[in-house]
């Protein structure tokens, strides 16, 4: 059983920055990929960001890249997103989750455990 819990979401204008962080609590291992995932009011929960814990691979959706980076502290077993140069439509109610042998990363099914989100708002 794997319990996440996100932090660090808000309301920030265009341009600013937020870092998000999900603690983790439980049993994972390097079968497992963990990473931020995203949902606007209307919209299909997407795949954002994604780290596979073998071998520290990331994955990115296209929209963020070179924006948003994925990383964790393994001593606080707490993964993070930064996310810079914000915009409107990146605003959504953003999720940490935990999947083990995932083979899609960016795929929201592929993934079991997931924390009850924070909300990201990003005004202009």
């Known amino acids: 059983q794997v319990r996440l819990e996100e932090s660090g979401g808000g309301s920030v204008h265009t341009g600013g920055s937020l870092r998000l962080s999900c603690a983790a609590s439980?049993?994972?291992?390097?079968?497992?990929?963990v990473g931020w995932f995203r949902q606007a009011s209307g919209r299909e929960r997407e795949g954002v960001a994604v780290?596979?814990?073998?071998?520290?691979?990331?994955y990115y959706h296209d929209s963020v890249k070179g924006r948003f980076s994925i990383s964790q502290d393994n001593a606080k077993n707490t993964l993070y997103l930064e996310m810079n140069s914000l915009k409107p439509e990146d605003s959504a109610m953003y999720y940490c989750?935990?999947?083990?042998?995932?083979?899609?990363?960016?795929?929201?099914?592929?993934?079991?455990?997931w924390g009850q989100g924070t909300q990201v708002t990003v005004s202009s």
């Open positions: 989750a935990a999947g083990r042998y995932v083979a899609d990363h960016l795929r929201p099914i592929e993934y079991n455990y």
């Open positions: 780290l596979v814990l073998r071998d520290d691979t990331t």
């Open positions: 439980g049993t994972t291992s390097a079968d497992y990929s």
